[in-house]
Every structure is written in structure tokens, then in C-alpha cells.
């Protein structure tokens, strides 16, 4: 739950539900499923949010089923998944808008196949597809956005137990194309990390990436490339403390001079460790977005404390 002082609209009330399960069919062998329920308020950096009056409230549903299969050094996995995304009514002095032609359901099929040269090096490859279904079309064009994608990636894994590299690193080549002929592909390079450098004993570096096409109905738009990079330095001041400092940038590409939004953000963190169980945190963001026309542009400063606790 977020509240502000001046900008009530602003406010959030939002919450993750989710279970995970395994099945281990034998020693080489394991179905791995996810359930889970999200509701968030859209951010106003959105493609499709607007800079006035109450955001809109999303609530995805989804779930995922894996199977794993290991041959020796070889290992193949299946994955598949459905989500379903409704956007909730927006209103500005007294206006209601109905976002109902945002409504879309994803379904994802994705097959990857990896190789151990050692427990802490695994290069693989990764194949997935995706259709994305819309209800309606949009209210601005009159154009429907269903489509269909194809990721291609190409990539590292240095599993989770290296005293150095833990995480993966991939590149590779993404595609969106929609049904209605009047609305362009968005193609392009993409990559995905997850990684962390363990510099020395009490220092390490967080290196993530992530990229996919975002959904919008900006009129004759069908989708825009996502990419975002971030890097974070972690260190460990004491035992039961660790401060840390990052920056993450983000960027959304309509390639057709329509859409063009850059998003940079600096962060400055403090964890206090109570105990195996219990943690203290502060966090202090700054955002500087920059969108398509001056309106849309604005700065951020956000202070968060909190606690997390874990059995």
C-alpha cells in the first residue's frame, strides 16, 4: 500500500497471490507449475496510462506448467503458459473511460534446450512462441490487436552455486505481428540477464535485462519493443548490513517516430538484517521519464521502509 501527501491519485492498494509446485517423476525428471494473481495500478509511464485524473487498475491472472527432462549433459525443458489481462475504468473530473479494448488473454509455448559443460557453465538455446487475443478493438483506430510472436535466444547459464557468476545471460532476435495488415511488426534484438559478479568476499554486481513487445492502443499502433538494462553494486558493511546503488534504464520503440519513451532511474538502498528471518530496508528512487512530448515528460523522488519477513 502506497499513500501520498498531495496526489491522491496516486494512492495504490496492490497485492501478489501465487503458489508454485513440483513433481518429481523421477531423478531426471520434474513438472513444475504456477498459479498467481496480481493486482497493480498502472504506472504512469505506461503507453497507454494516462498523465491525468486515477490510473487504472489491472489484475492479471496466470498460470504455467513446465516439464524438465535431463539426458546426462543434455537438458530439455517444455514450458507453457496463459495469462489473462484486464485493465479496469479510468475517470478524469467526472469523465469515465471504459479501458475494456485493453483486455487481451497471452498464450506462450517456449522450448529450451541446454547443455552442461560444467555445473556453473550451461550454454542453451530457446525457442518460444506467443499469441495474444484481444476481445474487441481498440476504441481509438477501430483496429482489433490480436497477434502472434515469435523470441529467439541464444544464451549462458552459470547456474546457482558458482563462487564468482551465478545467473544467465542471453541474446537473440524477437518478432510481433499482428492480424489486422494495417498495423506494422515490431522486430529487433533482444536480451535477458539475470546475473550477479561476486567482486570479492563483501562486494558484488546485479546485472539484469529484460526485453518484449508492450501493448498499447495508440492509434495505428500495434505494439512498441521494450528494453531495459539495469546494474546494481551491493556491499556488505557489516554482517547484518548491506548498502547498495543502482540504475536502471528503460526504453520503448514504436519504430515509427510515434512512440519513443526513455525511463532512468537511480536508486540508493539500506538492508539491516535483525535476523535469519527478519529484514529492515530503505530505499530511495529517482525517476526521470521522457516521453513523446513535453507533457508526458516528469521527475519522481520516492523514499520506501519497510520490513519482509520469511519462513
Not at 59 to 76: G, H, K, S
Not at 113 to 125: G, H, I, Q
Not at 191 to 218: H, K, M, P, Q, Y
Request: charged fraction near 25%; aromatic fraction near 10%.
Amino acid at each position: 500500500m502506497s499513500f501520498y501527501d498531495r496526489y491522491q491519485t496516486e494512492d495504490a492498494e496492490n497485492y501478489l497471490l501465487e503458489a508454485r509446485g513440483r513433481l518429481d517423476i523421477t531423478r531426471r525428471a520434474n513438472i513444475q507449475a504456477l498459479i498467481s494473481q496480481q493486482q497493480t495500478l498502472e504506472d504512469r509511464s505506461a503507453l497507454d496510462a494516462s498523465s491525468v485524473g486515477t490510473r487504472a487498475e489491472v489484475v492479471t491472472d496466470r498460470a504455467e506448467l513446465a516439464y524438465n527432462q535431463r539426458f546426462n549433459r543434455l537438458a530439455m525443458q517444455f514450458r507453457g503458459s496463459v495469462a489473462d489481462y484486464s485493465c479496469g475504468d479510468t475517470e478524469d473530473a467526472g469523465v469515465v473511460t471504459n479501458n475494456q479494448d485493453r483486455d487481451y488473454t497471452a498464450y506462450e509455448e517456449t522450448v529450451r534446450a541446454s547443455w552442461e559443460l560444467k555445473p556453473t557453465l550451461s550454454p542453451f538455446v530457446e525457442v518460444a512462441v506467443n499469441q495474444r487475443e484481444y476481445g474487441e478493438a481498440a476504441q481509438t483506430d477501430l483496429i482489433n490487436r490480436s497477434s502472434t510472436g515469435e523470441r529467439y535466444r541464444f544464451g549462458v547459464s552459470f547456474g546457482n552455486t558458482g563462487e564468482v557468476l551465478r545467473g544467465e545471460i542471453s541474446l537473440g532476435y524477437g518478432i510481433q505481428t499482428y492480424d489486422n495488415s494495417q498495423l506494422h511488426p515490431v522486430d529487433g534484438l533482444i536480451i535477458d540477464a539475470n546475473a550477479t559478479w561476486r567482486v570479492t568476499d563483501l562486494t558484488s554486481v546485479l546485472f539484469t535485462a529484460s526485453s518484449d513487445v508492450s501493448e498499447t492502443t495508440t492509434a495505428d499502433v500495434g505494439g512498441a519493443f521494450y528494453r531495459a538494462l539495469g546494474v546494481e553494486v551491493r556491499h556488505q558493511l557489516r554482517s547484518y548490513l548491506v548498502a547498495s546503488a543502482g540504475l536502471l534504464y528503460s526504453n520503448q520503440n514504436s519504430e515509427d517516430g510515434i512512440i519513443n519513451d526513455n525511463d532512468f532511474t537511480e536508486t540508493l538502498g539500506l538492508e539491516y538484517y535483525a535476523n535469519r528471518d527478519t529484514v529492515l530496508f530503505g530505499k530511495y528512487a529517482h525517476v526521470n521519464f521522457d516521453g513523446v512530448g513535453v507533457p508526458n515528460d516528469y521527475t519522481g523522488d520516492e523514499v520506501h521502509f519497510g520490513v519482509r519477513l520469511r519462513r
